[in-house]
């Protein structure tokens, strides 16, 4: 692994720099939104610029970092470490594994669990939809669409402008929420649309 090329592309999706884990709740949140994702790397010892600034205990560190991931994460992850020495320090890497088993919930500091998803270099919370999304997408059964005018009149409107949130879906059909929710997971699943997550709000495009 070139430890010094992955710094310089900076924190994203599947990078996380850290330069000492200090509470237990704020690392489950990124190591579940790994999990969720596609994986990703946390880089204890690396400040948020990029510098590297070593570990004082690496095994404080695995500690701190496995006790996270197997009482603050549910289900349980399994980080796989590997220690770099560079310039005289370590840094030690925590690999989080894309998940078979989603979605995972992180123990917030509320006391209540939560499931996040990686945006960009933030973990943010979950919509109800992207939750049922990873619910659905383990058991793998594929999802047959039966297009009735509710699924045609949003793809037209998709075609037309573009894009659409849960509420324009709602007051395209005039229909409640859950409804919308569940047309929405379908479509998403079967890959006829595509979920899009920003920090300030979720919308959906035509795939």
């Avoid at 370590?90 to 992180?106: F, G, M, Q, R, T």
């Avoid at 047959?144 to 949130?165: N, P, Q, V």
Wanted: a neutral charge; charged letters at 30%.
């Amino acid at each position: 692994m070139n430890l010094k090329r992955l710094i310089l592309e900076g924190e994203g999706v599947s990078l996380d720099f850290k330069k000492t884990i200090t509470r237990y709740e704020k690392i489950a949140k990124t190591m579940v939104s790994f999990a969720n994702n596609k994986g990703g790397k946390l880089l204890v010892g690396v400040a948020d610029n990029g510098a590297i600034l070593g570990v004082k205990s690496e095994e404080e560190e695995k500690y701190m970092l496995t006790k996270a991931a197997h009482l603050y994460c549910r289900p349980a992850i399994e980080p796989v470490f590997e220690e770099i020495y560079i310039d005289q320090k370590v840094v030690l890497v925590a690999e989080i594994p894309p998940s078979d088993n989603k979605p995972h919930y992180a123990l917030a500091e509320d006391g209540k669990w939560w499931v996040y998803i990686r945006v960009k270099d933030k973990s943010v919370l979950a919509s109800k939809i992207v939750v049922d999304v990873l619910k659905r997408s383990n058991e793998d059964q594929g999802v047959l669409i039966e297009y009735s005018s509710k699924e045609k009149a949003l793809l037209e409107y998709l075609d037309e402008m573009g894009r659409i949130t849960v509420k324009q879906f709602c007051t395209l059909l005039n229909i409640g929420r859950r409804r919308a929710q569940r047309i929405l997971v379908d479509l998403v699943l079967s890959g006829v649309i595509l979920v899009h997550t920003t920090e300030k709000e979720e919308f959906y495009t035509a795939a």
